[in-house]
C-alpha cells in the first residue's frame, strides 16, 4: 500500500487536496473527474471516481 500526503491548500472560502501527479496517472483521474468521499469511521476516507450514467 502506499500512502500519500499533502496539505491542503486555501482558496477563498475554498479548500483544494491536490493529488500527487504520479497518483493521478495511476488512476487515470485527470481535470473533470468527479470523485466521491466516503468516511471510513476511523479519520480515514475512501474516494472513488464516480462513473458518468449515460
Not at 493529488?19 to 473527474?33: A, M, R
Request: overall charge negative; charged content about 35%; aromatic content about 10%.
Amino acid at each position: 500500500m502506499t500512502i500519500y500526503r499533502v496539505r491542503l491548500e486555501q482558496d477563498g472560502d475554498d479548500v483544494i487536496l491536490p493529488f500527487p501527479d504520479e497518483l493521478l496517472e495511476k488512476l487515470g483521474w485527470g481535470e473533470g473527474t468527479n470523485i466521491e468521499f466516503t468516511a471510513r469511521g476511523d479519520g480515514s476516507f475512501l474516494l472513488t471516481k464516480v462513473e458518468d450514467e449515460a
